[in-house]
């Protein structure tokens, strides 16, 4: 049963032009969001993060958008450069008395910015 | 600061055989956590701890066990190697909940 969805494994998205993902969740418990980059061989690079108490955080490029009665978060980066060709994955906690928040990870979308 | 550091990057085990894969972190985090990455999956949280001496489960811990006697070291320990365990594992670490957690570069581990 997942409770961290990207439904799109992969996005391709013209170089200079918004980048979209998006990430759906299924546990009401969580209220702690964020996304991160994975280039290949390397760890997981956090991006940005989201409280539920907000709807949106911004830093640089990138914007979370969060909508806590659709269940579903994203995230906007732009404009799109080369170098964020990655794979991007979306991890929820919450305080669910378990896990000393361990993060849920959805199974992440490939990004590609084409030239 | 290095951060979260993994050793070894690379193993290849056969079946039944035993390993440990070391994780270091030098930001003085009390929580410290483990995930495997299976392809084209998402990291699934193994074992964690909180601090020094105090160790759970996550989602995936058979097959695993841990230990914490410092603040800096979480070894994760394999015991009867399965092909079932070839994965990538990630060692994590944050200062405190609700903050970020710094991920090391992971080890690729192959069972034959």
Request: with cysteine; proline share 5%; hydrophobic share 30%.
């Amino acid at each position: 049963d997942q409770q961290v969805k990207q439904n799109s494994p992969s996005l391709s998205v013209q170089e200079g032009r918004i980048s979209i993902l998006n990430c759906d969740y299924t546990n009401s418990m969580f209220d702690y969001f964020l996304w991160y980059k994975k280039y290949p061989a390397e760890g997981p690079t956090f991006l940005i993060s989201i409280s539920s108490i907000k709807d949106k955080n911004e830093d640089g490029r990138f914007t979370v958008f969060l909508n806590k009665s659709a269940k579903h978060l994203s995230l906007h980066i732009v404009p799109s450069q080369p170098g964020d060709s990655a794979v991007y994955f979306c991890a929820a906690s919450g305080n669910s008395g378990g896990g000393a928040d361990g993060l849920t990870f959805g199974k992440g979308t490939h990004l590609i910015i084409q030239p | 600061n290095a951060g979260v550091t993994q050793t070894p990057k690379f193993r290849i085990l056969k079946i039944g055989q035993s390993m440990t894969l070391q994780c270091t972190q030098d930001m003085n985090h009390n929580y410290m956590y483990w995930y495997r990455q299976d392809p084209g999956m998402g990291l699934k949280l193994i074992y964690y701890s909180v601090g020094a001496g105090i160790t759970d489960k996550g989602e995936v811990p058979n097959g695993y066990n841990v230990s914490r006697s410092t603040t800096e070291d979480f070894p994760l320990r394999l015991e009867l190697a399965a092909p079932s365990q070839t994965s990538v594992y990630f060692c994590a670490s944050n200062r405190e909940l609700r903050v970020t957690q710094y991920f090391g570069p992971g080890t690729r581990l192959l069972v034959l």
